[in-house]
């Protein structure tokens, strides 16, 4: 069964702090890994997007890791501020349909206190 | 930001009303979606469109039905509301583009309550 699964369900952090988040994943065949970002009442917003080639990317503050192999994948989060707290989610696609199936975590929420 | 639409943000209405939920995008993507989506749970999705006049089902079983008569715009109804169709619900759209990744774009959801 195609599952996504994210570690912690929850954490609070102090303004200025790392954090690492963790996805673990056994979607079969992978096509590739997503990481989002959403805010509470909002639609997720795209962080950042890896295929099977790439094991790392980074997007500003963000920077996601991918091991094809074990199935994991983390985002870390440098110096982290206020506005960075909401729901991350992995999401993982699949290449057995035209569609490009997605299978969506539950998400972490983060809370980052002054 | 991407540009897709969903209104409206929040609705409450009572048991049995016929609601129709709206979303709109101005990307031209062929590609659109329907999630729902309960507090601190996974999105599941309930409908998608190929493109015009073409619909279909998803993972999750909904009683709720969508048409697709142009490409910008995809509709969700519900003809008769119940409670258990409280949640909030997430429109998405994404361009089909051969061995390139097919990235979806969000809506800011509508919050849905039933009483």
């Known amino acids: 069964k195609n599952q996504v699964e994210q570690s912690p369900q929850s954490l609070i952090i102090l303004e200025g702090k790392n954090c690492t988040l963790q996805?673990?994943?056994?979607?079969?065949?992978?096509?590739?890994l997503r990481w989002y970002k959403q805010d509470t009442g909002r639609g997720p917003v795209s962080l950042t997007i890896?295929?099977?080639?790439?094991n790392t990317k980074s997007n500003g503050r963000y920077t996601a890791t991918l091991d094809a192999d074990t199935k994991q994948s983390s985002l870390h989060i440098t110096a982290s501020q206020l506005s960075d707290s909401a729901s991350y989610i992995c999401?993982?696609?699949?290449?057995?349909?035209?569609?490009?199936?997605?299978?969506f975590g539950r998400g972490t929420q983060l809370t980052v206190w002054p | 930001e991407a540009d897709i639409y969903q209104t409206p943000r929040y609705l409450v209405i009572g048991t049995g009303k016929k609601i129709t939920l709206e979303c709109s995008q101005t990307?031209?993507?062929?590609?659109m979606y329907w999630y729902q989506q309960d507090p601190g749970m996974e999105l599941h999705l309930i409908h998608y469109?190929?493109?015009?006049?073409?619909?279909e089902k998803g993972d999750l079983s909904s009683e709720s039905t969508v048409s697709r008569i142009r490409t910008e715009h995809f509709p969700l109804t519900l003809e008769s509301a119940r409670p258990s169709h409280t949640s909030q619900y997430l429109c998405?759209?994404?361009?089909?583009?051969?061995?390139?990744?097919?990235?979806?774009?969000f809506g800011p959801g509508t919050r849905l309550t039933v009483l």
């Open positions: 998405a759209s994404s361009v089909s583009m051969r061995g390139l990744i097919n990235e979806q774009f």
């Open positions: 996805c673990n994943y056994t979607v079969s065949p992978f096509s590739n």
């Open positions: 890896m295929t099977f080639s790439e």
């Open positions: 999401v993982v696609s699949d290449r057995g349909s035209t569609l490009g199936r997605l299978y």
């Open positions: 990307m031209g993507h062929d590609k």
């Open positions: 469109s190929y493109g015009v006049n073409s619909t």
